[in-house]
């Protein structure tokens, strides 16, 4: 090409590759099924949309839908394993721990298990001494298969310290590069359009701190579409946090890749 000519930029989205591979028309049909036609993953891997907008990761009604009335927050569980997710603070934010109760016998057609949370761990202007302890007594009340905390900044020594004082646990340092993030809530906004996740909502969750402070957290939270990654943060004002919704993503992620024994039956 000449010096200063534009490379030629050729862009072509699904239905056209479709039309020259039949396998691909088919995987993609299973795309519009496991993550919606109408989604934003599906929009920018396949149709080409470049989306660069902000918007609200779930709206109000949505969010609504997701809360069981029936269910009261749940101290302790010993029945089946759980899995937490802890996000460490940062400057002025909070640590928050969220155990989530998995139900593993029974995924749907594709795979993803039922989540219901438990309950809510909030600390904050603790010394970490302090903080590791009250960590160690939250998982303690729960039969817990693993533990995911965001190794950014002090997570990663966090996570190092938390292994050692549970042995027993899987403790995991997760990363929070944007293709990791993007997989937590990509994976998230999955189980929510899928009615595969649920948060107490009974009247005595709902008049608790925890509980409120989850509920706005979430309803001011933003999706973020920076370049083919999906994040979500709070807004850039004061008093806008997100550690609740960080704490529910890095829970729900450490669930992606199980999957359910297969059994071999001899003849």
């Given at each position: 090409?000449?010096?200063?000519?534009?490379?030629?930029?050729?862009?072509y989205d699904w239905k056209v590759a479709a039309k020259y591979n039949d396998n691909y028309g088919k995987f993609i049909n299973k795309e519009k099924v496991r993550i919606g036609?109408?989604?934003?993953?599906?929009?920018?891997?396949?149709?080409?949309?470049w989306m660069l907008e902000k918007g609200m990761f779930v709206t109000e009604e949505r969010l609504d839908r997701l809360y069981d009335t029936s269910m009261p927050l749940v101290?302790?569980?010993?029945?089946?394993?759980?899995?937490?997710?802890?996000?460490?603070?940062?400057?002025?934010?909070?640590?928050?721990?969220?155990?989530?109760?998995?139900?593993?016998?029974?995924?749907?057609?594709?795979?993803?298990?039922?989540?219901?949370?438990?309950?809510?761990?909030?600390?904050?202007?603790?010394?970490?001494?302090?903080?590791?302890?009250?960590?160690?007594?939250?998982?303690?009340?729960?039969?817990?298969?693993?533990?995911?905390?965001?190794?950014?900044?002090?997570?990663?020594?966090?996570?190092?310290?938390?292994?050692?004082?549970?042995?027993?646990?899987?403790?995991?340092?997760?990363?929070?590069?944007?293709?990791?993030?993007?997989?937590?809530?990509?994976?998230?906004?999955?189980?929510?359009?899928?009615?595969?996740?649920?948060?107490?909502?009974?009247?005595?969750?709902?008049?608790?701190?925890?509980?409120?402070?989850?509920?706005?957290?979430?309803?001011?939270?933003?999706?973020?579409?920076?370049?083919?990654?999906?994040?979500?943060?709070?807004?850039?004002?004061?008093?806008?946090?997100?550690?609740?919704?960080?704490?529910?993503?890095?829970?729900?992620?450490?669930?992606?890749?199980?999957?359910?024994?297969?059994?071999?039956?001899?003849?």
């Amino acid at each position: 090409k000449k010096r200063g000519q534009r490379t030629a930029h050729f862009e072509y989205d699904w239905k056209v590759a479709a039309k020259y591979n039949d396998n691909y028309g088919k995987f993609i049909n299973k795309e519009k099924v496991r993550i919606g036609e109408d989604s934003d993953e599906f929009r920018m891997s396949y149709l080409n949309h470049w989306m660069l907008e902000k918007g609200m990761f779930v709206t109000e009604e949505r969010l609504d839908r997701l809360y069981d009335t029936s269910m009261p927050l749940v101290p302790e569980w010993w029945r089946t394993p759980i899995v937490i997710g802890i996000d460490v603070a940062r400057s002025n934010d909070s640590t928050v721990a969220t155990a989530v109760w998995v139900d593993w016998d029974h995924p749907d057609g594709l795979g993803f298990f039922e989540h219901r949370v438990l309950n809510w761990l909030e600390l904050h202007d603790t010394d970490w001494e302090s903080q590791y302890f009250k960590i160690v007594d939250f998982v303690r009340n729960y039969d817990v298969l693993r533990v995911g905390i965001d190794a950014q900044g002090v997570g990663g020594a966090v996570a190092e310290r938390l292994a050692l004082l549970l042995p027993d646990i899987e403790v995991m340092g997760l990363s929070s590069d944007a293709k990791a993030q993007n997989e937590r809530w990509v994976h998230l906004t999955e189980l929510i359009q899928r009615d595969q996740l649920v948060i107490p909502g009974h009247s005595k969750a709902r008049r608790t701190r925890r509980w409120k402070k989850f509920n706005q957290q979430m309803v001011d939270l933003e999706r973020i579409n920076r370049g083919p990654y999906l994040l979500a943060e709070a807004p850039e004002e004061r008093g806008a946090f997100d550690d609740y919704p960080d704490s529910l993503a890095l829970a729900c992620c450490l669930t992606v890749h199980d999957v359910m024994p297969t059994v071999s039956v001899a003849e």
